[in-house]
T-cell receptor, first 114, second 114 residues
């Protein structure tokens, strides 16, 4: 299994809602990532988990809250988002550190904030 | 600061022809990694090819090859015998060590004409 599975594929939420994005991999990777991507732009790193511990937070607003319950699962909890947070949210995983570049990405969750 | 520049926002190629995508980067490091990622309409980022800076030999992966010019800080991607499935956004990326952050260029959108 060489897949990173993200659910849901699409999400529409109001600014007062609370929702969660889910990411799962069964490749035994111990590093997992959240990226945010606007249309026709490169992905922007948000968070990195290494061995289930948060190792990098790229100064992301607290309305985004990551969680890594186990080595296969990564969540992104969303609360009180703004319309400018509408974007594609990509999850990725890797066996080694991200600098080796061998990241496996999911297909993303397209988020719309109304 | 490390930067990655892709000067061609869009490119087009005829099916079965060859196309070259350009990428330049700026770094003061001597040892680093360079990558090309592909993002088709499915939105899943896929690693196409990877080059280690200490290796003089250009990386190849089937129809994909790179021209790595370390002194010129240039890293172009050549796609031979282009296929319709090659139509995608292509991102050049850089990292300077295993724990380093992936730095992406702005992307080149490639269309393939039948």
């Amino acid at each position: 299994d060489t897949e990173v599975t993200q659910t849901p594929k699409h999400l529409v939420m109001g600014m007062t809602n609370k929702k969660s994005l889910k990411c799962e991999q069964h490749m035994g990777h111990r590093a997992m990532y959240w990226y945010k991507q606007k249309a026709k732009k490169p992905p922007e790193l948000m968070f990195v988990y290494s061995y289930e511990k948060l190792s990098i937070n790229e100064s992301v607003p607290s309305r985004f809250s990551p969680e890594c319950p186990n080595s296969s699962l990564l969540n992104l909890h969303l609360h009180a988002l703004q319309p400018e947070d509408s974007a594609l949210y990509l999850c990725a995983s890797s066996l080694q550190g991200q600098g080796f570049g061998k990241l496996f990405f999911g297909s993303g969750t397209q988020l719309s904030v109304l | 600061a490390q930067t990655v520049t892709q000067s061609q926002p869009e490119m087009s190629v005829q099916e079965a022809e060859t196309v070259t995508l350009s990428c330049t980067y700026d770094t003061s490091e001597s040892d680093y990694y360079l990558f090309w990622y592909k993002q088709p309409p499915s939105r899943q980022m896929i690693l196409v090819i990877r080059q280690e800076a200490y290796k003089q030999q250009n990386a190849t992966e089937n129809r994909f090859s790179v021209n790595f010019q370390k002194a010129a800080k240039s890293f172009s991607l050549k796609i031979s015998d282009s296929q319709l499935g090659d139509a995608a956004m292509y991102f050049c990326a850089y990292s300077y060590n295993q724990g380093g952050k992936l730095i992406f260029g702005q992307g080149t959108e490639l269309s393939v004409k039948p």
